[in-house]
């Protein structure tokens, strides 16, 4: 498979205007989509949509081109991605499965992880691979929120391993043993990885492990592990993963820990919350998958990385189109205020729908 550079793309009907933001000459203008075809296009149908919801910035790749992009995709100072940090650690962490250096089926006892006031002897079964696939059954507390509005399983509820449940905890202790059994720093190998090898957005790595060292609590040793990174890092991420790993002719993810980590390991009908059940998603290694019994036939493949506020990646195999969005995550206090500026799941799937009726043909 071979890597594609995404490039403006001057399509019929679209026509790409600046937005004015200063970027570095090495990557792509800032751009903001401006359908020059009729109004009742569906790319100008799409435009109108996203300029009425919170959008910071969202663009729309088909076959390794940028056919659609509105706002600020090259960000000053990017803004954090929340929780598709995880998606991006599953990634990270593949060469370092591969080499023997991480083994997904060592339990928290055999890597001599513990935590605040002490895991339990059951607890400390629990593998790596459930803390990936979210089904460790370890309900510790967690040093940051995980956005699950129900009330989460008590500390014994349910063995490693058989439960599905969304889990900061995981996901955070996931991160810190990547770094206790590599010596490496997390955000250092996804600057190795990835951000020099792709031209990313220059990378903070500073500001990465500063955050990371604020974000400690008393309630856990193990910190989030939150990313910064532009709307257009989030699209070439995307595209490296629907390539299979490759980018410009270079690995830098083998295909098979890209077909292995976006497998389904928790079908929809498993889900949990029960809310979660019988919906398009289920989850695999920290990318929530489309499950092929519930997702219409167009999403067959696919799967995405989800964050707090509207922060998405969204790659369809199918259709060859990666979507990424981000919004601006702002202090809020209650429902009404956090509405104001978020793009849920199904707000931002409307505009995915359009997005395909502009450039899934």
Not at 118 to 144: C, F, M, Q, W
Not at 291 to 310: I, L, M, N, V, W
Request: proline share 6%; charged share 25%.
């Amino acid at each position: 498979m071979i890597g594609r550079r995404i490039i403006l793309a001057a399509t019929a009907g679209l026509s790409l205007a600046a937005c004015g933001a200063e970027t570095p000459a090495a990557r792509p203008q800032t751009t903001a989509g401006a359908p020059a075809a009729e109004e009742t296009s569906p790319a100008a149908r799409l435009m109108a949509a996203v300029e009425a919801e919170n959008t910071l910035s969202m663009a729309v790749l088909k076959n390794g081109e940028r056919v659609f992009a509105y706002g600020p995709i090259i960000e000053d100072e990017p803004t954090y991605t929340a929780s598709v940090r995880k998606s991006i650690l599953a990634m990270v962490m593949g060469e370092w499965v591969e080499n023997g250096t991480i083994d997904l089926d060592a339990t928290l006892a055999d890597m001599g992880v513990d935590d605040v006031e002490g895991l339990t002897d059951i607890e400390k079964t629990a593998t790596y691979r459930d803390l990936i696939e979210a089904r460790s059954g370890v309900y510790h507390p967690a040093s940051n929120f995980s956005g699950v509005t129900e009330e989460e399983p008590k500390r014994g509820d349910h063995a490693p391993g058989t439960y599905y449940w969304y889990n900061n905890w995981d996901f955070n202790a996931a991160g810190a043993i990547f770094e206790k059994l590599t010596g490496k720093s997390l955000f250092a190998e996804f600057q190795r990885q990835f951000a020099e090898p792709m031209g990313l957005q220059p990378f903070d790595l500073a500001r990465h492990e500063r955050e990371r060292e604020e974000r400690t609590s008393e309630s856990s040793y193990f910190p989030p592990y939150h990313f910064y990174l532009s709307t257009d890092d989030l699209a070439r991420l995307g595209q490296l993963m629907l390539d299979g790993g490759v980018w410009e002719g270079e690995r830098l993810i083998s295909e098979a820990w890209v077909d292995e980590m976006t497998a389904l390991a928790t079908p929809a009908a498993e889900m949990n919350p029960e809310r979660l059940r019988g919906g398009e998603l289920g989850y695999g290694y920290m990318w929530w998958v489309f499950d092929p019994a519930t997702a219409r036939p167009e999403f067959e493949g696919g799967y995405a990385g989800r964050g707090h506020f509207g922060q998405y990646i969204l790659v369809l195999p199918r259709l060859d189109i990666v979507i990424a969005h981000k919004t601006a995550p702002q202090r809020y206090e209650g429902p009404e205020e956090y509405d104001a500026v978020n793009v849920d799941w199904d707000e931002f799937m409307a505009l995915v729908d359009l997005a395909i009726a502009a450039y899934g043909g």
